[in-house]
């Protein structure tokens, strides 16, 4: 009776969005996000929420953006930034893909462009508001912006994948 109430299928696809985002913190924190062009990493993390979210629809990449920007916080050091940031950035890529834009690489890489930006002045508040100039950020937020881009389509195609499963099943 237990048995019949739990949906099998929903949680392989939550256990497999689980090891993608890890997969994808792995790749942040220590191998791709620390080959520096021009003194700058990149930051392509918040990809994932954007992918999971235009995918699988607002509620689940606000969740799934809650989980990825836990686990951000913990490994680069913010309080509470992207825990903030990262849900609302799955939601909307879930409501742009629903009603406005298809999930095609080109559709998510002009959100995941957004998102880049979005994160980078969430970044370059704490400094601006400490006094540091805004117009020494602006460079290295532009690089990082356009040096993520290449291992955000990267991440689309394991979420696509894993979607395609979900909707087989």
């Not at 930034?81 to 002009?110: C, D, E, K, M, Q």
Request: glycine content about 10%; some cysteine.
């Amino acid at each position: 009776m237990v048995r019949d109430l739990i949906n099998r299928e929903k949680i392989i696809r939550v256990l497999l969005y689980l090891v993608y985002i890890l997969a994808a913190e792995f790749l942040q924190d220590s191998v791709v996000g620390q080959l520096p062009l021009f003194g700058v990493n990149m930051m392509f993390i918040p990809a994932a929420a954007v992918a999971i979210g235009a995918f699988e629809g607002g509620v689940w990449g606000a969740a799934r953006g809650l989980v990825t920007g836990f686990l951000a916080d913990i490994s680069f050091g913010y309080t509470a930034l992207f825990v903030l940031l990262f849900p609302v950035l799955g939601f909307f890529a879930g409501v742009l893909a629903r009603w406005y834009v298809n999930a095609s690489l080109f559709a998510y890489l002009a959100m995941c462009l957004g998102a880049f930006a979005v994160t980078a002045a969430a970044q370059m508040l704490g400094p601006v508001f400490l006094g540091g100039a805004l117009g020494g950020m602006l460079m290295p937020a532009l690089i990082q912006i356009l040096w993520s881009l290449p291992m955000a389509a990267a991440l689309y195609f394991p979420c696509r994948a894993i979607a395609r499963r979900a909707r087989r099943a």
